[in-house]
């Protein structure tokens, strides 16, 4: 089956450890997208990458990191860095400009 | 001000009748435009895509788009208590063709 794979679907993680969150797709989709969304609030963007190799970042790219070496993949690191990780973090893929976006299921992170 | 604004609600309809959502945004430039509905704890998934001024139908669903006044709308008809979920309006921003601008989402409650 087509689709977006986030994993793991719950992660748990110490204050001061960086976590990296996996997304994978199978789409053959040029365009990866990583967001995070709080309780109660909308979607908004980290990192966004159009191309493999490249990437640009969105509103909140403080204190996370991406790679996007290969097109399938394009893993979230969220650092030490971040003052509040704790969120339900949602990747997701489209095939072009301008077009929709599909997600995967989503993981979300609690630190403690 | 926000790229993306909606109310968030909640709006409250009884079953049966039409639920109008409401989203405007900043970018007179934008060309492309999506409604999402999320239900709590899921990620988001797509209902309708429009490009083109005026409207769009699919099934129980309507949105409409109004670039010289920058607003795009989402009719639901017939709402059932299953419509009940955030509806997140997204427009493909101002800086890159690619990315993907969310608003805060309207929750919407559907009275039986």
């Known amino acids: 089956d087509g689709g977006i794979t986030q994993s793991p679907k719950y992660l748990f993680r110490k204050e001061g450890q960086n976590v990296t969150l996996s997304c994978e797709q199978n789409?053959?989709?040029?365009?990866m997208y990583w967001y995070r969304q709080d309780p109660g609030q909308g979607l908004r963007l980290i990192y966004y990458?159009?191309?493999?190799?490249?990437?640009q970042k969105g509103d909140i790219a403080e204190g996370y990191s991406v790679s996007r070496e290969k097109k399938e993949s394009f893993p979230l690191t969220v650092t030490s860095a971040q003052k509040n990780p704790t969120a339900f973090y949602l990747c997701?893929?489209?095939?072009?400009?301008?077009?929709?976006?599909?997600f995967g299921q989503g993981t979300r992170l609690t630190v403690v | 001000q926000k790229e993306v604004e909606q109310n968030s609600g909640p709006l409250s309809v009884p079953e049966g009748a039409i639920a109008s959502l409401n989203c405007t945004y900043s970018?007179?430039?934008?060309?492309?435009f999506f409604w999402y509905r999320q239900y709590s704890g899921k990620s988001p998934e797509l209902i309708m895509f429009?490009?083109?001024?005026g409207d769009k139908e699919d099934g129980r669903f309507t949105a409409q788009l109004n670039k010289a006044s920058q607003y795009v709308s989402l009719l639901i008809r017939d709402s059932q208590p299953s419509d009940s979920a955030t509806y997140l309006c997204a427009v493909v921003g101002p800086d890159s063709s690619y990315k993907l601008i969310f608003g805060s989402g309207t929750r919407l409650l559907v009275r039986p």
């Open positions: 970018d007179r430039g934008s060309q492309s």
């Open positions: 789409l053959n989709h040029d365009a």
């Open positions: 990458s159009q191309i493999v190799n490249d990437f």
């Open positions: 997701a893929s489209s095939n072009g400009e301008g077009t929709e976006a599909f």
């Open positions: 429009i490009y083109s001024n």
